[in-house]
């Protein structure tokens, strides 16, 4: 166990507190993006139901996910509190960079890189739990490869089911089934997202010696993780929302609820196997796949390609950031 003063082990927490509000910040259009480009919510609207559906993780969603960044991405007992700093930083830094240019990259393969980077400077490759890091950067490829096949086929199947509706009838069933779908998906992303920070928090608990029991986060920051990110959310991330909700491709309330759909499928699937899956990836590959279905040049395939390159480079920018902030707490 690595004897930290209390301030800094409270400086810490607010630190990781601080990422999971600005992965709230930043992750925000994920959920509310069709419902803002469609004009099925307001902006402030959107962000105020999202945000709630954040915090509705709280009693619907395990903590799976947090048990794997916490102990399953490098072993929790070579983490150190400078392990943790480097990696949340590392993440942050990306999260910032991406955020101002508009970019909707991986808050979770941001920190998955931060603490790749800073796990592997303190303890080299022996840190790294193997098993659970391949399942994650799996999913980074699987994600949206996935949601785009299920967004692409809900489009199909729903055209033929209401073949026969009148167009207006049609897309006011459309507009109730957007608006459950976009809640859902807040629910996932709340449900995913938040728990990465409880894995943080926790595994810098147990390195200090502050985690009494069982390797498990408990419910004050559970709660405080849950709160941050909805008030993360309730911020609103209006760059993301712009490319994410009509740069990609243009939505109607038929395709938003299958993009948000197909996106919670993905998400609630990888959270039920503990794999801190990317939000970010899995709508945005459900929105390609929405613009795809009706036809290819619906999509604005260079908007879309400057997304897929950001999210090539999130790992190992975030990871050498996350390095870089290790060593110098070292020289402290």
Known sequence: MHELAYPLLVGLI???????????????????????????????MAVGFAALGNFAAYWIMGLHVADTIGKGIINKDMVTPGVVFGALVGAMFWNVVTWLRGIPSSSSHALLGGLLGAGIAHGGFAAVESKKTVETVIAIFASPMIGFALAMLMVLITSWLFRGFQPRRAEGVFKSLHLVSSA?????HGGNDAQKTMGIITVLLYSTGNLQGEFTPPEWVVIACYLAISLGTLSGGWRI??????KITPLNHHTGFCASTAGSIVVFSASAMGIPVSTTHAITGSVIGTGAARKASAVRWGVAGRVVTAWFITIPMSAAVGAVFYVLTRMF
């Open 14 to 44: 607010l630190v990781a507190l601080a990422f999971d509000f600005l992965n709230g910040l930043h992750d925000a259009a994920n959920s509310i993006a069709t419902v803002v480009s469609t004009r099925l919510l307001s902006p402030v």
């Open 184 to 188: 859902a998906y807040s629910i996932s």
């Open 241 to 246: 929302i712009k490319t994410m909700g009509t």
